[in-house]
């Protein structure tokens, strides 16, 4: 079928009726490169999800097309749509005849680690890797390298070594921005520049564990990608099975990522990516903004398509947020529009201090509430997750609810951690983080000799028959050949498997013992694991399931997992970073002074300056119908030490002079002390009160 009858076609206009003229093109663009400037707002995800129907009804295999985001619930919604829309005009392949058919299950689709996993597992014999390998989390990889960092004895150094966290960090933003280490630890960690010997040391240390062990973490995942598509054969390979390749949230790729992408779509034919450059505020993790501003660039041909007609916020607030962000010193330029008309302009707060701001954020919700709006529409912003300690006090003084974004996730909790280390040492019997987590738990069973055992077993390669002559103290006398006995049921050698959801439940029956004997919440946590012994019911293969609690894990199980939050409504407290992606009808941003707003420690060059005008932007972007920013002019000195050290501070200077017109000021007028009118003449003068003064130095 020709571009231009499918074009032309009544069914596929009837796929497309619901967008507006912008999204409709990116909908119908041929295979040449596309950039979709998204802005916030504008129907990212919709327009997204109408360009893959379009191309599986113009006729595109569901299986070559290649969906990659950064969340796995972003990629199950997107398709989730996908299926939606073909449904709905019976566009389905025409392989099932079935009009009702998902045509979306056989894409591609997820985030790139989890895409990788599934094509190293597919195609990794081709530079030798086993697709047997266990994939570990970052506190995993944390405590590999602690262990390491023991063995070589870097901390006994003259120098302090970094501590295992750091190590990791400067490891993964070495891999991410594929830079060399000395420009990593000068650029952002100056602290531990005079270390990189050491870390050298112990990186190498790092890579040749895991290869003993056939285990990757996070990185590693991303780096075997990016090897297999750079030799010929495999990457020939790779790039065989899509004819579309299509990327979410283009702006928050690294250069790792974003090399990828090249690889897998050389000269752009067939490649799509959407993104904002004005939303790229993820250096931290090593995210570049660098890779959707010079993506028109890197692939000549490219079609920028702006999407600019906004669905969320109204008119006044886009006209403010558009100010603010084209001050930027450059970006693929676009101005939001709406035809949300109502409402008034966004207020700018100035207040004396962070008590003022606490009780005019509260007020206001309050109010709001009263006329309709709850709590859960309604959310308060800020830089960094200290500037809400004092609305949190004085919420809970007043016995409002309200949820601050952050905190463990679950995977991360001990009990999970405990389980997992189970399935993951039956997968691979090599993975000697997880057989040394499952030793310490064994009473009677200390660091040493659980180094001694888990070194016995990496000798052996996994053969549990090195550990046969171990005598085990009094103590786990009764559990050692119970262990023993487990271990040989999930092995790979077992005669017969035993299944995902049994594995479990024989792990969850030995191990009930010993965390009731660890923890004091045992009941919570047994509950836990009950919940994960069902949930492992839709996994076919525990290297599945493994990857999944890996790669992408749940919150949580449900509300005994933690103290519930009973009440139906509850105002969000969230950092701005975590905002990302949200919305609410009215938004509070705490804090917009300078120091704040930009943070302090994020203005030594012009590109952290502008990543924070941009992260200022995500906040102002998030509010439908009512924003206001404060500005206290009063600010306190956050420490350990309790003191009265303040300042007064300057407003933010993302919001210039130029650009208070399209705020609406407001000063919180605060009433001090009535001054008494005694009806009387002075008794006496400030002349007097000199004179007395002067007196204390005759």
């Known amino acids: 079928m020709s571009r231009t009858t499918a074009e032309t076609s009544p069914s596929l206009d009837d796929l497309l009726s619901t967008l507006n003229p912008e999204q409709r093109s990116a909908a119908l663009h041929g295979d040449s490169p596309l950039l979709i400037v998204a802005g916030a707002g504008t129907g990212k995800t919709t327009t997204l999800a109408h360009r893959v129907a379009a191309q599986i009804a113009r006729g595109i295999d569901p299986k070559r097309v290649l969906l990659l985001t950064f969340t796995r619930r972003s990629a199950a919604e997107m398709l989730r749509r ?67 960092r023991a063995e070589l004895e870097l901390a006994k150094a003259d120098k302090r070594f970094p501590l295992k966290g750091t190590c990791l960090d400067v490891y993964s933003r070495v891999v991410s921005t594929q830079l060399p280490l000395e420009q990593v630890l000068k650029e952002s960690f100056p602290w531990v520049a005079d270390q990189a010997d050491g870390l050298k040391k112990l990186f190498n240390a790092y890579s040749e564990r895991k290869e003993q062990q056939q285990t990757l973490d996070y990185d590693d995942l991303l780096l075997f990608w990016h090897f297999m598509m750079t030799e010929p054969a495999c990457g020939e390979l790779v790039r065989r099975k899509f004819d579309r390749v299509m990327v979410d949230e283009y702006q928050d790729t690294n250069t790792l990522q974003a090399e990828i992408v090249k690889g897998l779509a050389p000269e752009g034919r067939g490649l799509t990516v959407v993104g904002d450059d004005a939303q790229s505020i993820y250096s931290f993790r090593a995210a570049t903004v660098r890779n959707i501003l010079d993506f028109p660039t890197l ?86 997750a200290h500037h809400s300690l004092s609305l949190e006090l004085e919420l809970s003084r007043r016995n409002i609810p309200f949820h601050k974004y952050g905190g463990l996730k679950f995977v991360e909790a001990a009990h999970v951690k405990d389980l997992l280390a189970f399935l993951r040492f039956a997968e691979n019997p090599r993975d000697s983080v997880s057989a040394l987590r499952m030793l310490l738990l064994l009473p009677g069973i200390g660091p040493k000799k659980a180094t001694q055992l888990v070194q016995a077993i990496t000798a052996a390669e996994g053969d549990l028959a090195s550990w046969s002559d171990f005598k085990p103290p009094a103590a786990a ?111 509070y941003v705490l804090h917009a002074a300078d120091g704040n707003i930009p943070s302090d420690m994020a203005t030594e060059s012009v590109e952290e300056i502008e990543e924070e005008r941009r992260l200022f932007y995500v906040a102002l972007t998030r509010a439908k119908s009512h924003l206001h920013v404060l500005h206290p002019q009063r600010y306190y000195f956050h420490s350990p030490f309790k003191s009265d050290r303040h300042s007064y501070s300057q407003r933010t200077r993302f919001i210039p002079d130029e650009l208070l017109t399209w705020f609406e000021s407001k000063t919180i007028k605060t009433s001090g002390p009535a001054v008494e009118d005694h009806g009387k003449t002075a008794v006496a003068s400030t002349a007097d009160v000199r004179k007395r003064i002067g007196k204390m130095w005759s």
């Open 477 to 587: 006398a009764v559990h050692w050949p119970l262990f023993i006995a487990l271990l040989r049921l999930m092995s790979r050698r077992a005669a017969k498997p035993l299944g995902l959801m049994v594995e479990i439940h024989h792990v969850r029956t030995f191990y009930a013992p010993l965390l009731e004997q660890k923890y004091d919440d045992a009941f919570v946590r047994v509950r836990d694991l009950e919940q994960i012994e069902q949930m492992a019911s839709r996994f076919d293969s525990r290297s599945q399931f493994l990857s999944d609690m890996t790669l992408d894990p749940p919150t949580s199980t449900q509300d005994f997992a933690g103290d519930p939050l009973l009440d139906e409504d509850y105002l969000t407290l969230s950092t701005i970073h975590s905002a990302k992606g949200l919305e609410w009808e009215s938004v």
């Open 299 to 384: 692939f000549p041909g490219t079609t920028v398509l702006p999407l600019e007609q906004n669905y969320r916020s109204t008119q006044p607030i886009l006209d403010a947020t558009n100010r603010v962000i084209a001050l930027a010193a450059e970006g693929h330029r676009k101005t939001l529009w709406s035809k949300r008309t109502g409402g008034g302009k966004p207020y700018l707060v100035r207040c004396l201090d962070e008590n003022e701001q606490t009780n005019y954020v509260i007020e206001q919700v309050l109010a709001l509430r009263e006329t309709g709006v709850e709590l859960k529409q309604q959310a308060v912003l800020f830089r960094a």
């Open 82 to 148: 996908v299926d939606s829309i073909l449904v709905r005009q019976q566009k389905v392949s025409q392989r099932t005849g079935n009009p009702t058919a998902s045509a979306s299950r056989d894409v591609c689709g997820g985030t790139f680690h989890a895409v990788a996993t599934r094509l190293l597992r597919q195609h990794g014999k081709l530079i030798g890797l086993e697709p047997e390998f266990t994939v570990i989390d970052r506190s995993d990889a944390e405590d590999l390298l602690n262990v390491l």
